[in-house]
């Protein structure tokens, strides 16, 4: 276990780090001194950014799992607590992006989106927290979006995961605040993640796609997942040792 870095001797779950923002997130906390163990159910994308990981002198393990199944979550962690025994930090990240109006949606894409988005967060939550409370305290870190504030067209699926995302964050700081356990949303605005070029893409003309989405953004641009992995790292960190139910906005402006 790593002495050195803001997040030296801790354990981080990062959930959806085998891409785009977890992965950042991974490589960075690792560098910070963090052990991480990456949860994904992208085997192989998972399995390179662990060999980053460990190449930079980190240490991490690859945890296979999608993250809406509560057997495989219950694994996960016990995979956690078998290898270091302990687990500091908690960054539920992983999420998928539905589109289309509500009389469009199947009943499937309803269910899946909210299994996937915050289903998810609830289960990495509850398998967690005992450890925190045996150990005194503990750091949890939601992935929702700037939608949560400020809607978009033709995303209220997605929205209203995000939303939930925002009250959970809220509700589970104030429940868990007397036992030490920060917990806070990571708000992101329109970021450069192969989920998104993924979308531009499927839109057909991916340049005026990315013209329309820059515009939504004042700072003019779109934001990189290092730029959301270092605002993670700030609200994972002791750095934010007075930070619980924030929604950290870090969106270039988007929702103003
Ligand atoms: N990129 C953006 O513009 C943006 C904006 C706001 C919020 N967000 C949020 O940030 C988070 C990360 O987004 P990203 O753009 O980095 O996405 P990404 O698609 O680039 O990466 C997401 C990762 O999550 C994994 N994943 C998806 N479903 C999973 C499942 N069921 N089980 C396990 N792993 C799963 C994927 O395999 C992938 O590695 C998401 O919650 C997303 O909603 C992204």
């Known amino acids: 276990m790593s002495t050195e ?27 910070e001194g963090a052990s991480v163990a990456a949860v994904d159910c992208d085997q192989a994308g998972n399995a390179g950014l662990v060999e980053e990981i ?26 956690v607590m078998a290898r270091w025994n302990k687990v500091d930090i908690l960054f539920n990240n992983a999420g998928i992006v539905g589109g289309g109006k509500v009389h469009t949606l199947t009943e499937e894409e309803w269910d899946r989106s909210f299994a996937i988005n915050v289903k998810s967060m609830f289960l990495f939550s509850r398998a967690v927290i005992p450890a925190f409370l045996q150990q005194g305290g503990g ?24 939303g939930a995302i925002y009250s959970l964050t809220k509700s ?14 990571l708000c992101p605005g329109t970021t ?36 959301m992995a270092k605002a993670a790292l700030y609200l994972v960190s002791d750095d934010a040792s ?12 988007m929702s103003l």
């Open 192 to 227: 450069d993640t192969p989920s998104l070029r993924a979308r531009l893409s499927a839109r057909g003309n991916t340049e005026e796609m990315t013209k329309q989405f820059i515009a939504r953004q004042p700072l003019g641009r779109l934001g990189t997942a290092e730029e």
């Open 54 to 79: 460990r190449r930079n002198g980190g240490i991490a393990e690859a945890l296979t799992a999608d993250v809406s199944s509560a057997e495989e979550v219950e694994r996960a962690v016990q995979q």
């Open 139 to 162: 750091v949890i870190l939601n992935t929702s979006s700037t939608t949560a504030f400020r809607v978009v067209a033709d995303r209220a699926l997605y929205t209203a995961t995000k």
């Open 242 to 253: 007075f930070v619980t139910g924030s929604a950290f906005q870090i969106d270039g402006g």
């Open 5 to 31: 870095g803001k997040l030296a001797g801790k354990v981080a779950v990062i959930t959806g780090s085998a891409a785009g923002i977890g992965r950042a997130s991974s490589l960075l906390f690792a560098k």
């Open 172 to 185: 589970m700081a104030i429940d868990y605040a007397a036992d030490r356990i920060r917990v806070n949303c």
